[in-house]
Protein backbone atom coordinates (compact mmCIF):
# COMPACT_ATOMS: atom_id res chain seq x y z
CA UNK A 1 0.00 0.00 0.00
CA UNK A 2 0.93 3.55 -0.77
CA UNK A 3 0.88 6.09 1.91
CA UNK A 4 -1.94 8.19 0.35
CA UNK A 5 -4.11 4.46 0.54
CA UNK A 6 -2.61 3.67 3.98
CA UNK A 7 -4.13 6.76 5.16
CA UNK A 8 -7.16 5.74 3.73
CA UNK A 9 -7.39 2.51 5.63
CA UNK A 10 -6.46 4.09 8.92
CA UNK A 11 -9.36 7.03 8.47
CA UNK A 12 -11.16 4.12 7.81
CA UNK A 13 -10.76 2.20 10.70
CA UNK A 14 -11.06 5.00 12.61
CA UNK A 15 -14.71 5.57 11.41
CA UNK A 16 -15.53 1.76 11.52
CA UNK A 17 -14.12 1.69 15.42
CA UNK A 18 -16.85 4.39 16.29
CA UNK A 19 -19.62 2.00 14.89
CA UNK A 20 -21.68 -0.16 17.32
CA UNK A 21 -20.30 -3.55 17.43
CA UNK A 22 -23.56 -5.25 15.68
CA UNK A 23 -22.86 -2.47 12.24
CA UNK A 24 -19.20 -4.09 13.10
CA UNK A 25 -19.55 -7.35 12.58
CA UNK A 26 -22.06 -7.03 9.68
CA UNK A 27 -19.52 -4.92 7.80
CA UNK A 28 -17.40 -7.99 8.73
CA UNK A 29 -20.15 -10.58 7.10
CA UNK A 30 -20.42 -8.58 4.03
CA UNK A 31 -16.62 -8.09 3.08
CA UNK A 32 -16.33 -11.63 3.70
CA UNK A 33 -19.38 -12.42 1.08
CA UNK A 34 -17.14 -10.41 -1.08
CA UNK A 35 -14.14 -12.79 -0.90
CA UNK A 36 -16.12 -16.20 -1.33
CA UNK A 37 -16.17 -16.06 -5.12
CA UNK A 38 -12.12 -15.43 -5.47
CA UNK A 39 -11.45 -17.68 -2.52
CA UNK A 40 -13.42 -20.06 -4.55
CA UNK A 41 -11.07 -19.41 -7.47
CA UNK A 42 -7.68 -20.02 -5.65
CA UNK A 43 -8.98 -23.09 -4.14
CA UNK A 44 -7.08 -26.56 -5.62
CA UNK A 45 -8.78 -28.58 -8.23
CA UNK A 46 -10.36 -31.46 -6.51
CA UNK A 47 -10.09 -35.65 -7.39
CA UNK A 48 -6.57 -34.98 -8.24
CA UNK A 49 -5.35 -38.28 -6.88
CA UNK A 50 -7.75 -39.85 -9.58
CA UNK A 51 -6.31 -38.22 -12.29
CA UNK A 52 -3.13 -39.13 -11.34
CA UNK A 53 -4.17 -43.02 -11.09
CA UNK A 54 -5.52 -42.69 -14.13
CA UNK A 55 -2.89 -40.90 -15.77
CA UNK A 56 -0.87 -44.09 -15.26
CA UNK A 57 -2.75 -46.58 -15.46
CA UNK A 58 -2.66 -49.31 -18.07
CA UNK A 59 -3.89 -52.47 -19.50
CA UNK A 60 -1.43 -54.57 -18.85
CA UNK A 61 -0.20 -56.03 -15.32
CA UNK A 62 2.75 -54.38 -13.34
CA UNK A 63 6.21 -55.75 -14.05
CA UNK A 64 7.58 -59.06 -11.60
CA UNK A 65 10.27 -57.68 -9.31
CA UNK A 66 12.33 -60.39 -11.75
CA UNK A 67 11.17 -58.34 -14.91
CA UNK A 68 12.34 -55.13 -12.98
CA UNK A 69 15.98 -56.22 -11.86
CA UNK A 70 16.10 -57.22 -15.65
CA UNK A 71 15.23 -53.97 -16.97
CA UNK A 72 18.13 -52.54 -14.33
CA UNK A 73 20.93 -55.07 -15.63
CA UNK A 74 20.73 -53.94 -19.23
CA UNK A 75 20.35 -50.58 -18.58
CA UNK A 76 23.65 -50.57 -16.42
CA UNK A 77 25.01 -52.66 -19.48
CA UNK A 78 24.43 -49.82 -22.04
CA UNK A 79 25.69 -47.17 -19.41
CA UNK A 80 28.29 -48.53 -18.61
CA UNK A 81 29.63 -50.31 -21.63
Known amino acids: ?3 SEMS ?4 I ?3 VRQWPIAQRVTLVQDVLKTLAP ?3 R ?3 PRRTL ?3 LGLISTQQPAPTDEEI ?3 LDEYRLEKYH
Open 1 to 3: MNQ
Open 8 to 11: SYEG
Open 13 to 15: LNI
Open 38 to 40: EVE
Open 42 to 44: MRA
Open 50 to 52: EKA
Open 69 to 71: RQW
